[in-house]
């Protein structure tokens, strides 16, 4: 069923109903747009909420917080912040495919409906014009035709007038033929613009009207169905995001799953234990007799207690819960931070004097290293003079050196109070290396300080062994692999020759020294210049 035919002379119902539905469009935009803006203030909160409980960086809370219920709050705050991305998520993609898209798509429907309305009142005023040529032309005939009439009668009446001439007669007879004559022609042309005005409504009401009429619901049509498509895209475009929000979701669950109370609970001991032994039984002081003060009261050796760490005056019991007349505690009278870390109990003076030995250790590695990597360089530029000058190396050589005898002095500061702490002194080793003719051919070791000739001891024995057996056990996979571009005498210690052509396995990149360590198939390994050869990388 079409409007053209059902609804030919419902014109106005036409116009009011693709106005209404036009309006309906407007109003689900704004509806959308309204669900956006809830959508991004309620993600801004969210994540408002999350800067505000999360800890900053660095801070103490951070840097303190060892425990699973901790951590995993912390985890609960970032999947909710994920959450916030994905609820912004949502109201950017319903604002770019439906209110965006809806938006230009009601600006067409407009012009569209505006342009069939246009003709249709275009064709009515073209019947309406029609309609008034043939109501003026039918006038015409009926005042012709009356006076044609009068006109006939008065001629009638002069012929039979025995008074009138034959003059006058004959005028009024020819004044009725004009008459007569002129009432017949409008007659034709009343004729004529009847039929053709009847030939014009019969085009504007079968023919141009339902075309318009059906040209407009096709409109309507067209955006009815828009507008259900836009309903399930409403939909969609949540749905399309429910999976991710599920796994944020998943994320909070595995947050709580993970606390572990006793894990906790031994995170508390082994971050505050004091190492302290519990305060024994308060000894008599007789006043009566002479109070002879125990030598051991001066002793310097490791502190049974807290108060005999702070030198505090042991006939005073030690109270765990602090108090408002001040009594001595352990938060109250703790002495300022030193650099043996004195100031703190036995236990947590020992994992302070171990982690920094652990640090200094790594950061002697790294000079180590740099210092290995100059001396080669520099025997590469005394051997090829073209490839760079060799006292141009000698200020980050020297550099070096200061930089590994400070840390060795200060490893060894680190690790003599370990000992004295009641410590293993167990520490991150690292490989020696041996430096080049600048920094005197010195093996710098973490345990035992250089001397003019001195024999290893036994531990430096175990961990030369130790780092010979892990460097014949380790293999390591090539990363890629070189062509040579020239030849290369490799003459140097730790270098390997190679020729112009040569393929050759990559083992490890360059660090920034300007040389790549290779392998050959038989298993020989060394290090090449990096601008020597083209270097392909595995991805």
């Known amino acids: 069923m079409d409007w053209g035919t059902e609804l030919w002379d419902q014109c106005d119902v036409i116009e009011k109903h693709t106005q209404s ?66 609820r912004e998520l949502i109201a950017e993609n319903m604002m770019m495919s439906i209110c965006i898209e809806l938006t230009k798509y009601l600006q067409e429907l407009k012009l569209e409906r505006k342009t069939h309305l246009s003709d249709a009142k275009k064709a009515q005023q073209s019947l309406e014009t029609t309609y ?42 020819q004044q009725a033929h004009m008459r007569t004559h002129i009432a017949e022609e409008c007659k034709n042309d009343y004729a004529a613009q009847l039929q053709k005005y009847n030939k014009e409504q019969n085009q504007f009401y079968f023919t141009d009207m339902p075309l318009i009429f059906n040209k407009l619901q096709d409109m309507d049509e067209r955006r009815v169905q828009k507008l259900g498509q836009t309903y399930i895209l409403f939909a969609e475009t949540e749905k399309q995001v429910m999976p991710i929000i599920g ?46 003060r125990a030598s051991s009261d001066s002793s310097l050796g490791t502190p049974k207690g807290p108060l005999d760490l702070l030198g505090k005056n042991k006939s005073k019991p030690f109270w765990l819960f602090s108090k408002k007349s001040k009594k001595y505690t352990l938060e109250r009278i703790m002495p300022a931070a030193t650099e043996d870390f004195g100031h703190l109990p036995p236990e947590q003076r020992r994992k302070r004097l171990q982690q920094k030995i652990d640090d200094i250790s790594k950061e002697l590695q790294k000079e180590l290293d740099q210092s290995e990597a100059l001396g080669k360089m520099k025997d590469v530029y005394e051997k090829n003079p073209q490839m760079g000058d060799p006292a141009s190396l000698a200020p980050q050589i020297n550099q070096t050196t200061h930089s590994i005898e400070r840390l060795r002095g200060e ?33 710098y070791s973490p345990d035992v300080a250089p001397s003019d000739e001195s024999t290893p001891d036994s531990s430096q024995a175990i961990y030369a062994e130790f780092d010979d057996d892990f460097e014949e056990e380790e293999l390591s996979t090539p990363i890629g692999q070189c062509t040579a571009l020239y030849n290369f005498p490799g003459s140097s210690e730790g270098t390997i020759s190679m020729q112009e052509g040569e393929v050759l396995a990559v083992v490890e990149e360059d660090k920034g020294d300007g040389w790549t360590r290779v392998r050959r198939n038989n298993g020989d390994e060394g290090y090449i210049p990096t601008s020597y050869a083209n270097i392909s990388l595995n991805k």
């Open 21 to 86: 539905g036009l309006d309906l469009v407007e109003k689900y935009i704004k509806f959308v747009k309204e669900r956006t803006e809830i959508e991004q203030n309620y993600a801004k909160q969210i994540r408002n909420l999350t800067k505000k409980y999360s800890p900053k960086r660095g801070s103490k809370e951070e840097q303190e917080s060892r425990f699973s219920s901790h951590l995993s709050f912390f985890d609960v705050l970032n999947e909710m912040n994920d959450y916030a991305g994905q």
């Open 132 to 173: 008034k040529q043939l109501d003026n032309s039918k006038k015409r005939f009926e005042r012709e035709w009356r006076e044609a009439e009068k006109s006939a009668q008065y001629a009638e009446k002069t012929d039979q007038d025995i008074n009138a001439t034959k003059a006058d007669v004959e005028k009024a007879k």
């Open 411 to 443: 490893l060894n500061k680190y690790e003599s109070w370990l000992a004295g702490a009641g410590g293993r002194g167990d520490s991150h080793r690292y490989s020696t290396h041996s430096l080049n003719n600048n920094t005197g051919n010195s093996v």
């Open 247 to 292: 796994k944020c979701l998943e994320g909070i669950i595995r947050a709580g799953t993970s606390v572990n109370e006793k894990n906790d609970s031994l995170a508390l001991v082994e971050q505050h234990k004091s190492g302290f032994e519990r305060p024994g039984d308060l000894e008599f002081e007789d006043y009566s007799q002479g109070i002879n």
